[in-house]
């Protein structure tokens, strides 16, 4: 036995799957370089072996050559991996944000798990649940380009074709950069003044912070923060001919706004007012932002996967 050809050959077998073809490919690879090498060098020995090997190619190249033209998923099926992505994660999502909501568990035994959990922890387990929504469709139809069958999947019609979205014009891009711009400015010299966006009244002499101090700095921090965010991305966006940089760009922003929302959620549980609010009043305004963010976050998280399938798109077809 040969052990650097048995170790080419062990690597090449990395990249290749199905026991038996790989089997069958190892074994003529095998008798290639065997054959190559006697009929260069005149014996088979360790050096002559190493120089045919050194000279038959990288394993992961070696072993797309046998590969070309077996894709893991049928070209045919490859736009249904995203339409069904996007339709399974968001059924996924609206369970999340119940679970997060009535603190119950969801359970779709053995596709779907949901915990019950606090509002602010859905975004740690959102990137999760993409993940794994991308993982079971690409399974499925891994297996039905296994099998081998003339498989009829269904076309739903009412969900969005996320590569054939059309981009918002760029005038309307430069008008809305423009407002933000303003908008972005306005709130910076607000904060600079009084430490806080939110203020009971803007008489600079008689107004009042309307949050407690500590919160309400935060909270104006995070607000500002997502305002210049969103700023600067449609400042690139406006005058960037590249549409993946676009794409790079609002996935980010979306990213950015959502940890955002995750820092404005956890002050829900602190003290907020500093000014006094009835009872019933403070606990709607409670449930009030809770809904309102969350519902925010809903609309992010979308857009964030909308993007995140674009630039996979656009990678696959390079």
């Not at 014009?169 to 709130?187: E, P």
Request: hydrophobic share 55%; charged share 20%; glycine share 6%.
């Amino acid at each position: 036995m040969h052990k650097n050809l048995e170790s080419y050959l062990e690597e090449i077998g990395h990249f290749l799957s199905g026991p038996v073809e790989r089997e069958e490919i190892l074994a003529e690879i095998r008798s290639h370089i065997l054959e190559k090498t006697e009929r260069e060098s005149g014996l088979v020995d360790e050096g002559a072996l190493e120089k045919v090997i050194a000279a038959y190619g990288a394993p992961r190249r070696v072993a797309e050559k046998y590969l070309d033209g077996r894709p893991i998923i049928a070209p045919g099926y490859q736009r249904f991996l995203f339409r069904y992505t996007w339709l399974l994660f968001s059924f996924h999502f609206v369970l999340i944000v119940l679970g997060a909501f009535f603190k119950k568990s969801f359970t779709v035994f053995p596709f779907l798990f949901v915990p019950g959990r606090d509002i602010a922890d859905i975004f740690l387990y959102t990137p999760t649940a993409f993940l794994t929504d991308f993982g079971i469709v690409a399974l499925v139809l891994y297996y039905i380009t296994w099998t081998g069958k003339e498989t009829r999947l269904p076309w739903p019609k009412f969900a969005i074709d996320l590569n054939e979205a059309k981009p918002v014009a760029r005038v309307a891009t430069m008008i809305g950069a423009g407002f933000m711009l303003a908008l972005t400015v306005v709130a910076a010299r607000l904060f600079l003044k009084f430490q806080t966006l939110f203020v009971v009244s803007l008489n600079f002499e008689k107004s009042r912070p309307l949050f407690m101090p500590a919160p309400g700095r935060l909270i104006s921090l995070a607000v500002l923060a997502m305002m210049a965010a969103g700023t600067i991305g449609l400042l690139i966006k406006a005058f960037s001919i590249s549409r993946r940089l676009v794409c790079w760009v609002d996935a980010a922003t979306d990213a950015f706004a959502l940890v955002m929302i995750g820092v404005l959620l956890h002050q829900q549980h602190a003290p907020l007012f500093a000014v006094n609010v009835p009872a019933k009043l403070h606990a709607w305004i409670h449930i009030s932002l809770a809904v309102t963010l969350c519902f925010m976050a809903l609309m992010v998280a979308i857009d964030l996967v909308a993007n995140a399938v674009r630039l996979g798109r656009k990678r696959r077809v390079r």
